[in-house]
């Protein structure tokens, strides 16, 4: 929500992170500045980003708020992070360098649910695979989940399993191989 929107900016602000806000998927993306990961993503995704001032945050609900940060200020980030807690929205670590602030009703779990539901697949009779926390939610509906070498200590404990090798070498696909198939 708006509103909540407003809060995150508002105590992301004063830190040096960027941040982004999606409005159409990756359609169209109000960032606070662009820096070398974006410029990466834009190529990636293809990607139309638009540097705005934080008051234009404030107009829009969204699924979602991206944040980058570096090494040197994830301390502080996190900090304040723990201090604007809220039961109004979720923060979770996505990979190495970023955190998401969301909706704490919609996540990957959920998604999963509606489409078991929709086809008529059964939790047992699902796989679910992830690396960090922001796929903890997802394992809630999975038979079997799996989180890769790399993943994160938490996405690690929650997982039936851990692959040996990372989403670089493979992981899943080998442990699939393996264990599975």
Not at 37 to 51: A, D, H, K, T, Y
Not at 77 to 90: F, G, T
Not at 143 to 149: A, D, N, Q, R
Request: with cysteine; net charge negative.
């Amino acid at each position: 929500k708006k509103e909540n929107v407003r809060k995150i900016v508002d105590f992301l602000d004063p830190l040096d992170v960027s941040y982004e806000l999606y409005l159409e998927g990756y359609e169209k993306i109000l960032v606070n500045r662009i820096d070398d990961r974006l410029r990466e993503s834009m190529f990636r995704n293809v990607s139309n980003m638009v540097i705005v001032p934080k008051e234009e945050f404030y107009k829009y609900d969204t699924g979602k708020i991206e944040v980058a940060y570096k090494d040197c200020v994830k301390d502080e980030l996190m900090k304040v992070v723990e201090a604007n807690k809220s039961d109004d929205y979720a923060c979770v670590a996505t990979f190495p360098g970023t955190i998401e602030f969301m909706d704490p009703y919609i996540n990957k779990g959920v998604a999963v649910a509606n489409i078991q539901e929709r086809l008529g697949i059964k939790p047992e009779n699902t796989i679910a695979c992830g690396d960090m926390e922001n796929d903890i939610p997802l394992f809630n509906y999975a038979g079997l989940s799996i989180c890769l070498l790399n993943g994160s200590d938490a996405t690690k404990k929650a997982a039936d399993c851990v692959t040996d090798y990372t989403v670089h070498d493979d992981g899943l696909g080998r442990y699939l191989c393996e264990k599975v198939l």
